[in-house]
């Protein structure tokens, strides 16, 4: 069974070409890791080699075969271009017959005045060219540099030296445009020019370069991967102000990057103040990060005069990757705020920010992307937001930006567990898990932990959720978490797991006092979009003990926010128990919810189309209710400690009568709570007395 992103890949990779799929098909049929045998086929797969060489190539003449091969090297082929680097005259007319041939030509425009071939032919050829005719691939790639600079487009042209080898031509080009590429956002493009001409040593005499390869790098991959290179120029230490204030400001990023909000505002602010006005670049980013650690604050006013600020000068300066940034910060407060419909909004605008390149279509919109899926997500556009995140999630499993991904996994995990696939859910919080650990970033760790909490309680599995609950993270990172706004855990922390839990346990009575007090704070904060969550968890709290009038009006209230926004999936993602009171509070009284014209009655029947899956075991406040099947869960030794507690014998005196140290005897009493879900040794004895084990 294929995962979804794998099935994205491999579609992406062949372009929907039939006898590509089929073939891959065929050599996945017997792989245990099909999931690595995708990402590396290409055009170079012995199968697809064989095919093309006997199938393709061999069929054509020694004159179509050449202009395949030569031409191959180009990305982009016209007429001109063609006629250059094949020597010949008539390429306009050899282009249209492989297209009437069905040769891999694929039409960029309508007129077919420009082509492309397929992405795995293209692969294809160029490896039959460097296999048959490898002395002439340095003088092709000069050909088109020199056709690409005459035509003012300098990215192919230094795409084209560096393929040739020409660091002459390519080390001035890169020194009049990389900064203008970093504007633009295409970090992958410069950390793949950038690596290799590092490592052989040819960026030592150039260090705007440096610092132009350290931003790429962080955005590629990551804050860890650039730290090497941050070192690298604080050891220069380059005299140049330019080149001063860039690497600076890398060090707010960085603290951002590694979840260490606290010690990056002062810094960035210092940083900001100080900084000549000609360096546009990072001005602009910096009032981004400050954008960001505002809002983390709770300050939104001042996160939005940032992103303000941050925007204004893009008319000047044609900053699209910093465009993207500032709108995807103020989209963050928006959806902090409640404020979905706006959120979408822009931030479809931020990930569409220079789109009519075909080579940016990923370019430093991650984070704007990962925010789109999620509020996609919230409105019920599940096929929307999984297609987005089957590219972000690879992109950003490398960089490891906290918040995006917590919120890519999670989101992702939700859509797989309403498609009915909870193996494939567990699978994506356990890698979250994993990258956390990598990263050393344990708010990550805590996020799969918090969402298998969630998934857990929903379908009833109280005991295991108890478990994972208490996993979860420390006191000290939940109390940094606590005073801040962190995308992440604006909805999601330590304390409404708990309380989900709580509720659903029958101990609602000891959180209801709790999640009034969070409702009241949240909306003091202007944190609308928690404090719609915490009423539905409250409202269910409420609806457990009985108190029916008070929870119909509290779920109302959020009905009417919900319907405004166009919340949805913030009602189903919380169980069948919440289902069963929205069906209520539909067929009662309306009075509630007369409010904009209906919307509200009309938001609860689209909620309500949702198929209400069966309640779990209700439990009983006071004590848990024990399953047919838990005491074969209890060992004989947890069964004898439980007879023994039940005696009324402490810790020190169980483990002298059975001759093992107390804290083995802590152990087995843990190991009992979970197993009956319950909270002490003496809620655990009146559920083995009420269900007749201890007579």
Request: aromatic share 6%; charged share 25%; net charge neutral.
């Amino acid at each position: 069974m294929l995962e979804s992103e794998d099935i994205v890949r491999l579609h992406r990779s062949t372009e929907g070409w039939a006898a590509a799929l089929w073939l891959a098909s065929v050599s996945l049929e017997h792989r245990d890791h099909p999931g690595q045998f995708i990402a590396g086929f290409t055009g170079s797969n012995a199968a697809v080699v064989d095919y093309l060489v006997e199938d393709v190539l061999a069929r054509q003449t020694e004159d179509v075969r050449g202009f395949l091969l030569r031409s191959s090297v180009l990305a982009v082929l016209n007429a001109s271009l063609c006629n250059l680097i094949c020597g010949r005259e008539d390429s306009a007319a050899m282009l249209r017959s492989l297209e009437q041939s069905h040769l891999f030509l694929i039409p960029l425009q309508p007129e077919g005045s420009g082509y492309r071939y397929h992405g795995m032919f293209a692969e294809f050829l160029r490896a039959q060219l460097l296999r048959q005719y490898p002395d002439e691939v340095p003088g092709l790639h000069r050909a088109a540099a020199r056709w690409f600079l005459g035509q003012g487009r300098p990215v192919p042209a230094i795409e084209h030296a560096l393929a040739a080898g020409d660091v002459r031509t390519a080390l001035p080009l890169l020194n009049q445009h990389a900064q203008a590429l970093l504007d633009q956002g295409r970090m992958r493009l410069l950390s793949r020019w950038l690596d290799p001409l590092l490592e052989r040593g040819l960026l030592d005499e150039h260090p705007m370069l440096q610092v132009v390869h350290a931003w790429a790098v962080c955005f590629a991959r990551g804050p860890l991967a650039a730290a090497p290179l941050l070192e690298r120029l604080e050891r220069r230490a380059d005299p140049d102000e330019e080149v001063r204030a860039h690497r600076l400001a890398m060090k707010p990023l960085f603290m951002v990057l590694t979840d260490r909000t606290d010690e990056a505002t002062e810094l960035a602010s210092a940083l900001l103040g100080a900084l000549p006005s000609h360096v546009s670049f990072v001005r602009g980013f910096l009032e981004i990060i400050l954008a960001n650690l505002a809002m983390i604050a709770g300050r939104y006013h001042e996160a939005l005069r940032y992103a303000d600020a941050a925007r204004s000068r893009q008319p000047e300066h044609r900053s699209s990757f910093n465009f993207t940034l500032s709108e995807a910060a103020e989209a963050a407060v928006d959806l902090t705020q409640g404020r979905l419909r706006k959120a979408l909004a822009r931030l479809r605008l931020a990930v569409n920010a220079g789109t009519h390149d075909a080579g940016r279509t990923t370019n430093g919109n991650a984070m704007a992307g990962v925010l789109l899926a999620e509020a996609l997500f919230e409105a019920d556009q599940l096929d929307q937001a999984e297609r987005l995140l089957a590219v972000y999630i690879p992109l950003i499993r490398h960089v490891g930006i906290p918040d995006q991904l917590i919120l890519a996994h999670v989101v992702m995990a939700r859509i797989a567990q309403d498609q009915g696939d909870a193996d494939h859910a567990l699978q994506l919080l356990a890698e979250l898990e994993h990258l956390g650990h990598r990263d050393g970033l344990p708010r990550v760790v805590a996020g799969a932990r918090l969402e298998r909490v969630r998934m857990l309680v929903t379908e009833g599995r109280l005991g295991r959720a108890r478990a994972e609950i208490d996993h979860c993270g420390d006191k000290a990172l939940w109390a940094r978490v606590s005073r801040s706004s962190l995308r992440a855990n604006e909805v999601e922390t330590l304390a409404l797991a708990h309380a989900r839990w709580a509720v659903q346990a029958g101990h609602a009575a000891e959180v209801v006092a709790e999640l009034r007090a969070e409702v009241d704070a949240a909306e003091r904060a202007q944190r609308e979009r928690r404090a719609m969550t915490l009423r539905l968890v409250l409202a269910q709290a409420q609806y457990k003990l009985g108190e029916r009038n008070r929870a119909m009006r509290v779920l109302a209230k959020a009905v009417c926010f919900g319907a405004a926004e166009g919340y949805v999936r913030a009602f189903l993602v919380e169980g069948p128990l919440l289902l069963v009171m929205l069906q209520e509070l539909r067929s009662g009284p309306t009075d509630l919810l007369d409010a904009d014209g209906g919307a509200p009655i009309a938001f609860l029947d689209r909620l309500l189309r949702a198929p209400v899956a069966p309640l779990p075991p209700p439990a009983v406040a006071g004590a848990a209710t024990p399953s047919a099947s838990a005491i074969d869960a209890l060992t004989k030794k947890e069964l004898q400690v439980l007879r023994l507690v039940a005696e009324g014998l402490s810790n020190d005196q169980i483990g002298e009568r059975m001759f093992v140290a107390e804290t083995t005897i802590r152990t087995h009493l843990r190991n009992i709570n979970v197993k009956l879900d319950t909270r002490n040794r003496m809620e655990a004895v009146q559920v083995a007395r009420r269900a007749g084990w201890l007579a």
